[in-house]
């Protein structure tokens, strides 16, 4: 797990994600430590849920470098507030990361705090380099990228997304 000053950064583990995929609650919290959001995964979210567990069990390595739940540690309820992960392991000292904070809990920093989490961690791995794709119509991400010193270094077509700007920051 990784600690922020407000934040638990959880590993969805296969077995995690089984459970939130097959509705298995109460099941899901208790592995997880969290309370998960009532309507989520939506649709694109329990897509993507099965592609990262499929990435884990075909390879252990995958697994503490995908997704991680964003639980607000500071409420005594433990919410899932998001979710926040790197695309894989670290790939010629770089690692993609990409983050979501449901709506309730948007505006709180929360997004921020969880990507310098996951920076630190990275960079206590060897990660000298972050990536970033964010849709060009997300401003919200887009400031989060330029506060952290982000740079725009290109554009890619997502078969999920549309469009995206590509951001790298080398690790300083």
């Known amino acids: 797990m990784i600690k922020t000053d407000r934040l638990d950064l959880v590993v969805l583990s296969p077995d995690l994600i089984s459970d939130i995929l097959e509705g298995r609650r109460a099941e899901a919290e208790a592995l997880g430590g969290f309370a998960l ?3 989520w995964p939506d649709a694109h979210d329990s897509r993507f849920l099965r592609w ?5 069990l075909g390879d252990a390595a995958y697994e503490g470098w995908l997704a991680r739940a964003i639980v607000l540690r500071s409420d005594e309820a433990r919410p899932m ?4 992960g790197y695309h894989g392991p670290p790939v010629g000292g770089a ?8 709506p309730p809990h948007r505006g709180t920093g929360y997004a921020t705090e969880a ?5 630190k961690h990275a960079r206590e791995h060897g990660v000298e380099r972050f990536i970033l794709s964010i849709s ?5 991400s887009l400031a989060i990228a ?4 982000f740079v725009r270094t290109g554009e890619q077509m997502d078969e999920e997304d ?3 700007w590509v951001f790298e920051l080398k690790a300083g």
């Not at 690692?95 to 449901?102: A, H, L, N, P, R």
């Not at 990507?115 to 920076?119: A, D, H, N, T």
């Not at 060009?136 to 919200?140: D, L």
């Not at 330029?146 to 010193?149: C, E, I, K, Q």
């Open 37 to 39: 959001p009532d309507d």
């Open 52 to 56: 990262r567990r499929e990435q884990m």
């Open 81 to 84: 507030i998001g979710h926040v």
């Open 95 to 102: 690692v993609e990361m990409g983050y979501t904070v449901f």
């Open 115 to 119: 990507v310098l989490g996951m920076m």
């Open 136 to 140: 060009p119509g997300n401003a919200p």
């Open 146 to 149: 330029a506060r952290l010193g």
């Open 162 to 164: 549309g469009l995206e």
